[in-house]
């Protein structure tokens, strides 16, 4: 991606492939964009279409490559219906899945029917999977909070809440893909040092 390029831009330029439900450009510690990002559209049609026009694409003087996402190995046992992610990138650089909607407190119903999971309330034991982390360095993104939470085990999922401003209001949230690596998390990371801020974590309510 152009490094000027900001995620309303991206959004605007996949609307033109179908319904845009979220972009994310990459952001570095200084807050430049790192040249690359994903987009989830709202359907498999709308991001086929998108790959089709904009793989190849020469924006801003540079060559996009776009692709879908790859998910994490055990996503599909998961998740038995996928949704379409498609990566922004510039060669060689990787992105995970971002779901639109979440907030202070946890997921939408949109997020849970979107990943094709059922809320925690239900009986499907998703609950004891998410993760509220709070009081995170300003600067860190969702792709730090996934390979700093990485080391517990597989994690399905990393968004960390961005103001209007599309900066950090430091906190997130992290699913994992069982109730094991979940709670070796939190007993792993909450008082956790990171960045000189102590994290807080817990079982999101």
């Known amino acids: 991606l152009p490094y000027r390029v900001r995620w309303q831009d991206l959004k605007d330029l996949f609307r033109k492939a179908g319904t845009v439900l979220r972009a994310d450009v990459s952001l570095g510690p200084d807050n430049r964009s790192r040249g690359h990002g994903t987009v989830l559209l709202a359907?498999?049609?709308?991001?086929g279409r998108a790959i089709d026009m904009f793989n190849g694409y020469s924006w801003q003087t540079r060559i996009l490559e776009v692709r879908p996402d790859r998910l994490p190995p055990d996503f599909d046992s998961l998740n038995p219906n996928p949704t379409p992610f498609s990566t922004v990138s510039s060669p060689g650089t990787f992105a995970s899945p971002q779901i639109p909607g979440s907030s202070l407190g946890g997921f939408t119903d949109f997020d849970y029917n979107?990943?094709?999971?059922?809320?925690?309330?239900?009986?499907?034991?998703?609950?004891?999977?998410?993760?509220?982390?709070?009081?995170?360095?300003?600067?860190?993104?969702?792709?730090?909070?996934?390979?700093?939470f990485r080391q517990a085990g597989t994690i399905v999922r990393a968004d960390v809440a961005l103001g209007q401003d599309g900066r950090s209001r430091g906190f997130g949230?992290?699913?994992?893909?069982?109730?094991?690596d979940s709670e070796r998390a939190v007993k792993m990371f909450n008082g956790y040092e990171y960045n000189g801020r102590v994290l807080k974590v817990h079982f999101d309510k």
């Open 43 to 47: 359907t498999a049609e709308d991001a």
């Open 114 to 148: 979107l990943l094709g999971f059922d809320r925690p309330s239900s009986s499907s034991g998703n609950a004891g999977r998410n993760l509220f982390v709070g009081n995170l360095p300003f600067h860190c993104q969702w792709q730090d909070l996934k390979d700093l």
């Open 173 to 180: 949230t992290v699913v994992f893909a069982n109730d094991y």
